[in-house]
């Protein structure tokens, strides 16, 4: 049993072309565009200023995109010392995406000077980068969305003071399936605040999935 109370104090979901924050959402797309379309577009829509992210694979754009509206309304380096801010995710599929799309382009031209963020641990620190985070971080390589692990590394890691506030989720991209569940995680509750548990972990995995709303 955890000493520390925590709570899910925001959450981002991407998936099938919309965006949903807190369970609201944000951005429907209906248009017929592909993975790599829809995170330029919904980059733009956004207003994200970050002129990397054209450098990087749709993996981690995914993941970047889903913590910058994560917390687009918070600064939680200002918030909390940079040290004590964590980031754990997590997919089953690793830069597949970003290796089959590599072997396309090279298939009859070799084009060794290709180049693209396309390692799970870059998304982690783009995002560290971006929002300076500089505590505890792990990228885990799963067959399946698993909350109940990612619930207790999280809170093992805030139970020995290691962090006091953690990203945590799951990133996924293969091909036109991609899906992005991302949650803020603090020792102090916030506003509409969830009890950080795997019950809430896999609510929240549900509006992505598109089986409830909010």
């Known amino acids: 049993m955890s000493d520390i109370q925590t709570y899910i104090t925001a959450h981002c979901c991407i998936a099938s072309k919309k965006v949903y924050r807190n369970g609201m959402l944000l951005l429907n797309d209906e248009t017929g565009s592909d993975t790599a379309h829809f995170l330029l ?36 380096a200002e918030e909390y010392s940079p040290e004590t801010v964590g980031i754990v995710l997590s997919n089953a599929n ?4 970003a290796d089959i799309n590599y072997f396309q382009t090279v298939k009859n031209i070799p084009s060794p000077a290709q180049f ?42 805030l139970d020995r003071r290691r962090i006091n506030a953690c990203i945590s989720g799951w990133v996924e991209c293969l091909g036109e399936e991609y899906k992005a569940v991302v ?19 896999h609510q929240i995995y549900e509006i992505a999935n598109g089986e409830i709303n909010g």
């Open 41 to 76: 577009s919904a980059y733009k829509y956004f207003n994200v200023d970050y002129p990397k992210f054209y450098k990087m694979d749709n993996l981690c754009k995914l993941g970047f995109l889903a913590a910058e509206l994560l917390l687009k309304e918070r600064r939680v």
């Open 94 to 97: 690793s830069s597949l995406d």
């Open 116 to 157: 693209v963020y396309t390692l799970p641990n870059i998304v982690i620190g783009e995002i560290s980068i971006r929002h300076r985070c500089k505590g505890e971080n792990a990228f885990f390589v799963s067959d399946r969305f698993d909350p109940d692990f990612m619930q207790f590394y999280v809170q093992d890691l």
């Open 183 to 201: 949650y803020l995680v603090e020792n102090r509750p916030g506003k509409e605040a969830l009890p950080f548990n795997s019950d809430h972990i």
